[in-house]
């Protein structure tokens, strides 16, 4: 089941960075997946839950790979670009925190959250580094 479809548009040109923002797509296709498919309520928390660390850890890898690049190239807006790698962990972390507390997590809107979080940062800020580091690597 589809519920993110990758674009083109979401292209960097940076080839190891777009494999990495693929596999963060289907992630999140996965997860979607899995909700529809489960009409248990905590087995869909334990669905959301997973795949919220997964996201968290493999977000982490691929945060890391940007911005060894942007480091090694002297990107000039890598200061904000780790900082909005950093709100995403921060409401990742959030998300586990309130689920650990005993809230329940929404699965859907967690799902969109994700969805138009990595939708938004490849577009407005990944797409900025693609031609400065292409041309450098």
């Known amino acids: 089941m589809i519920f993110f479809i990758w674009k083109e548009e979401y292209l960097t040109n940076i ?4 494999s990495q923002h693929q596999k963060l797509v289907l992630l999140i296709n996965n997860l979607y997946a899995d909700l529809v498919k489960c009409q248990d309520v905590s087995q869909k928390q334990a669905f959301v839950v997973n795949a919220l660390k997964e996201l968290i850890d493999y977000g982490c890898y691929h945060f890391e790979a940007e911005e060894k690049l942007m480091l090694k ?9 780790k900082e909005e790698h950093e709100r995403f962990k921060l409401q990742i972390a959030q998300f586990l925190k309130e689920q650990s507390e ?14 138009d979080w990595l939708v938004s940062h490849v ?7 693609g031609p400065y580091l292409s041309a450098r690597i």
């Open 15 to 18: 080839s190891e960075l777009d």
């Open 73 to 81: 190239y002297g990107y000039s807006g890598y200061a904000h670009h």
């Open 102 to 115: 005993g809230s329940r997590i929404l699965s859907f809107p967690v799902l969109v959250f994700v969805k």
């Open 123 to 129: 577009i407005e800020t990944d797409k900025q580094y």
